[in-house]
Nanobody, 127 residues
Framework: QVQLVESGGGSVQAGGSLRLSCAAS????????MGWFRQAPGKGREGVAA???????TYAGSVKGRFTISADNAKNTVYLEMNTLKPEDTDMYYC?????????????????????WGQGTLVTVSS
């Protein structure tokens, strides 16, 4: 069973930046999709950004141009660089993984069906 450990959340003022990390262990898969979802109270998990083992990235429209997802395969770690943060980015961010996914775009739409999740990290953006 793969475990995902997240880090990097916190509080920042609007316009600031944060970097989230998600480390997967143990890891023996050659193909993967990993990404970040966020969930507001009373709502389902919304895909924010995803990357697959071919390096294809997918972003939600609301974060495109501000967030960048990347992967360090040697460290089994995925990063989410969040720039120009806005108050509406405030949320719990969850890392997820799938090792039988199609591609990052397909993975982004499966937030309610994935089995492998991190514990979540809170991002708070003040105005």
């Amino acid at each position: 069973q793969v475990q995902l450990v997240e880090s990097g959340g916190g509080s920042v003022q609007a316009g600031g930046s944060l970097r989230l990390s998600c480390a997967a262990s143990p890891y023996t898969y050659s193909t993967y999709c990993m990404g970040w979802f966020r969930q507001a109270p009373g709502k389902g998990r919304e895909g924010v950004a995803a990357i697959d083992s071919d390096g294809l990235t997918t972003y939600a429209g609301s974060v495109k141009g501000r967030f960048t997802i990347s992967a360090d395969n040697a460290k089994n770690t995925v990063y989410l660089e969040m720039n120009t943060l806005k108050p509406e980015d405030t949320d719990m961010y969850y890392c997820a993984a799938d090792y039988s996914c199609g591609n990052s775009g397909y993975f982004m739409g499966r937030g309610n069906y994935l089995d492998t999740w991190g514990q979540g990290t809170l991002v708070t953006v003040s105005s």
